[in-house]
């Protein structure tokens, strides 16, 4: 059976693929988000916005790849923008004090770490409720960001970390911006880990069942904690770039992006009841993310309304995610609420 | 491979011997006996709560036991068994509520735990899935072994889970009521499969309410009763009847106060209620100065009929009268302004707000009467109501601001009762009032029960114990699989009746097997 599968087309073994109808839906309508915009404005699909476009889904593709783990683990990382935060006061501030950028870099992700530890150790060992135990560290996360320099923005970080600052964000290799490069690197080193190793695979067996999990033997404490550390360290590498891309420590960096990763997720198809989605669909999300708010700039929307359009594309995603993936019950709560008839895809 | 590790023809694969476990305040096993053969199929029969469920979890590491001595494959089990240690003794079980990742293939569930891995960590997938499609194969069944599991039926769901348990090389298979949902061809292949197990020297634990079945398949049955030992027999060496009267026991032991009453005007019907899978043309009445019981096993869909009744889970069709008139019936609220109350099973879940106080759980359903109009609370009748109630119903506490969790199971069922009687309900549906509580209270509630039939307030009483139903019932309605399957007056009802009705499934197996 699986043979003949095999043989039928390259679309056949497209779809095969789980989770891909999603992902080719969103797609789509991508580009016909793409092309709204560009009628709207010619220039949203200039050389110059199309690399700046590519540059700006970068950040929001790798803490999507972030949260897009945990979510799959049937948890959530609400402490993702604090540790951007965090990653960029601490970078920074060992900058301005003249430490080599590189060195700084890797000794900025180890407190970034430390947080998906402390989330995994409250989560998974603990056992509080993912929402509560990473909404403390968040708060916690947040509070480092504004102690490491004296409860103050940094000061530049100076000309010694030109190169840096170009690797991270301003420089550009072969026509696109090393951010995206930077990003698609992390994607394939997670997509593989995700996809083609056992940590992968228990973690989707834990969100979809922990109770079978555990009964087939799977360490399901050691693969939640796994999960929130990919969490911390993408977001400690988003850190990075933010305060590259500002040449500067700034205490507020990073404010609402752990909802922003939520949403890349779920317009890509990794639900937030755990168990179902791939990271591929992180790519389209974070893409269609990403567009969503380019484009709106472009056209010259003030912020207030990008952030409300934004704030109701999130709120449209999670509840179709909800009342199509959590089964017949919830659908009848949701039709009783609404008084009419809500069908599945 | 399959035989028992050195074993002649008459060691056991499994000898349990006066295993004990106590839970919180029930002995759910009391020096119980259990001796399984390689090649066996064992039926593990008894009422609900017997202690079948507890006996095999003990055996598949899920609970330690209290005392008594274990020996798997003759080999003395230590106390600290895991399921992780009962499979790696060989010890699989397929549990009723199947347990599996849903959104997992088929391979994927069957090597969950096992993987198989290339050189440098990689998922074998290719080498996973060829294995699964060769256990599924060697069990004649046409799966693919990529498919997600979600998406089968119950029964490939089923399969999965023994095909799971042979690829890890179990040789003691226990299944808990398997065929519950599975169709009749379903069934005969499920059979099929067991004997092969059977053949291949593999022992079987055979746990199902479906007495009917068990001829099929069955060569040995063990029987329990009140979590203790009563009997263990060659399947041909009995009788159904036989096997029913182990199972119920013969003697009461409890006193049921009783009062007789003149039956009056019908206070509750419901005719042709539908609701789901497990209540399904449900048409029952009760009168004024009766008391209607309704037995059944688990899973017969008694609880499910009183929450469709009350609106706590939606109606597909039928209609439900009070007093002659017709309600309309949406969400608990349209039953209860009108009189029609249910005490729910799960008293500590469903019946009280456990951290709130007596006084609180006593006025939150009665808010509409006990506050203004503006909606403010008008705390002099709150304190008059609550008070009314505690004396009423002699509800044993300090004072009504106690938390309702720190009563003894007996008040709280109480306090639960005095909810509704604060508004005058016109009837009060019960389901199993006395679940975890002592006998000294258990008598209160058949107490109070007799006082709302007196007062002419319909009643009807859920219990999965038959001594019970038998004891304060005066007309018994009994259901299996989400149908009533008999009504008889208490006067001419027997324990063996009963339980006969209660599993008294449709047909699903015909003549034609093996």
């Known amino acids: 059976m699986t043979q003949d599968a095999r043989k039928k087309g390259w679309y056949r073994r497209l779809f095969a693929v789980r989770g891909m109808g999603q992902i080719i839906t969103v797609f789509f309508g991508l580009i016909a988000l793409c092309i709204a915009f560009y009628l709207a404005n010619p220039n949203f699909l200039s050389q110059r916005n199309v690399a700046n476009l590519l540059r700006q889904i970068a950040p929001y593709l790798i803490i999507g790849i972030g949260q897009g783990y945990v979510l799959i683990t049937g948890n959530i990382d609400l402490s993702i923008g604090s540790v951007i935060g965090m990653s960029t006061m601490i970078s920074a501030t060992m900058m301005t004090r003249g430490m080599d950028p590189w060195m700084v870099s890797l000794i900025t992700l180890l407190p970034c770490l430390s947080i998906g530890l402390l989330n995994g150790f409250l989560v998974a060992t603990c056992k ?10 968040m708060t916690i996360a947040r509070g480092v960001a504004q102690l490491v320099n004296g409860n103050m923005n940094t000061d ?190 | 491979m399959e035989q028992a590790a050195g074993a002649g023809e008459n060691i056991y694969m499994v000898e349990m011997q006066g295993i004990s476990k106590a839970f919180p305040g029930v002995q759910a096993l009391d020096k119980v006996d259990f001796k399984l053969r ?46 992780r240690k009962a499979q790696a003794l060989g010890i699989a079980i397929i549990h009723q509520e199947l347990n599996m990742c849903r959104h997992l293939s088929v391979a994927e569930n069957i090597f969950l735990g096992r993987e198989i891995l290339l050189k440098g960590g990689r998922l074998d997938n290719k080498a996973m899935n060829q294995q699964a499609a060769e256990v599924l194969q060697s069990l004649n069944i046409d799966l693919d072994s990529t498919s997600i599991v979600g998406t089968l039926p119950m029964f490939m769901q089923q399969m999965v889970e023994i095909a799971k348990a042979l690829s890890s090389n179990a040789r003691l298979i226990i299944m808990d009521e ?107 009445q009760a009168r004024a100065g009766e008391i209607v019981g309704i037995a059944g096993l688990v899973g017969a869909g008694r609880t499910e009929t009183l929450r469709a009744i009350f609106g706590a889970a939606p109606k597909e069709s039928g209609q439900v009268f009070l007093d002659g008139k017709e309600l309309k019936i949406h969400k608990p609220m349209d039953a209860i302004s009108q009189g029609l109350v249910l005490v729910p099973e799960d008293r500590k879940h469903d019946g009280l707000c456990v951290k709130l106080s007596v006084r609180s759980n006593i006025e939150l359903p009665n808010l509409d009467i006990l506050s ?84 002419g307030i319909g009643v009807i009483c859920v219990s999965s114990e038959l001594q019970e139903i038998l004891g304060i019932s005066d007309r018994i309605i009994v259901m299996c699989d989400g149908r009533v399957t008999g009504e008889m007056m208490r006067v001419d009802a027997t324990q063996e009746k009963i339980m006969a009705l209660a599993t008294q499934f449709e047909k699903k197996i015909d003549a034609i097997s093996a």
Not at chain 1, 128 to 137: E, Q, R
Not at chain 1, 228 to 234: D, E, I, M, R
Not at chain 1, 253 to 273: D, F, K, Q
């Open chain 2, 372 to 455: 203004s109009k503006a909606g403010q609370v008008n705390v002099k009748k709150v304190s008059k109501a609550s008070a009314q109630a505690i004396s009423d119903l002699n509800i044993r506490l300090p004072a009504d601001t106690v938390d309702a969790a720190s009563l003894s199971g007996g008040n709280q069922q109480k306090v639960v009762v005095a909810k509704w009687l604060v508004r005058n309900s016109r009837m009060v549906m019960f389901d199993e009032p006395t679940r975890g509580i002592d006998v000294a209270a258990k008598v209160e509630i058949y107490h109070l029960m007799n006082r709302l039939k007196q007062q």
């Open chain 2, 178 to 284: 398997p065929t519950s949902s599975l169709t009749s061809r379903e069934i005969h292949e499920l059979f099929a499969i067991v004997r092969k197990l059977r053949e291949q020297g593999r022992g079987i634990v055979y746990i199902s309410h479906r007495l009917e079945e068990l001829e099929h398949i069955v060569d040995h049955v063990t029987i329990l009763r009140d979590g203790q030992f009563v009997a263990a027999m060659p399947w041909k060496d009995t009788s159904l009847p036989e096997i029913i009267s182990y199972m119920v026991g013969r003697d009461i032991k409890e006193k049921f106060p009783r009062v007789a009453c003149e039956v009056g005007k019908t206070v509750l019907e419901v005719r042709q209620l539908n609701a789901g899978r497990l209540v399904r043309d449900i048409s029952l």
């Open chain 2, 38 to 83: 390689p090649g066996q199929v064992m039926a593990l029969l008894g009422e609900n709560g017997a202690g079948k469920s507890t006996l095999m979890k003990i055996l598949s590491g899920v609970y330690q036991r209290d005392e008594g001595r274990m020996q798997v494959f003759g080999k003395d089990v230590e106390l600290n068994l895991t399921p």
């Open chain 1, 128 to 137: 509080l409720p993912p929402f509560i135990g990473t909404l403390g560290t």
């Open chain 1, 156 to 345: 530049a970080i100076g000309t010694a970390s030109e190169t840096w600052r170009n690797f991270f964000y301003y420089g550009k290799s072969l026509g696109v911006y090393n951010t995206f490069w930077l990003a698609l690197v992390i994607w394939f080193c997670f997509n593989y880990l995700l996809s083609r190793t056992r940590t992968g695979r228990h973690i989707y067996a834990v969100g979809s069942n922990v109770e079978a999990s555990k009964l087939s033997g799977v360490n399901v404490a050691k693969t939640i904690r796994s999960a929130y550390l990919v969490s911390a360290f993408c977001a400690g590498v988003v850190g990075l770039i933010t305060c590259a891309q500002a040449g500067m420590g700034s205490m507020d960096a990073g404010t609402g992006y752990e909802l922003y990763a939520v949403a890349a997720s779920v317009i890509g198809g990794i639900s937030t009841l755990g168990g179902q989605g791939i990271l591929l669909g992180e790519i389209v999300g974070a893409s269609v993310w990403g567009a969503m708010y380019n484009g709106l700039s472009i056209m010259g929307a003030p912020v207030a309304w990008r952030n409300i359009v934004v704030g109701i594309i999130v709120v449209l995603s999670v509840l179709t995610d909800v009342v199509f993936r959590s089964g017949a019950l919830n659908r009848a709560r949701i039709r009783a609420a609404f008084g009419k008839k809500i069908s599945t895809p």
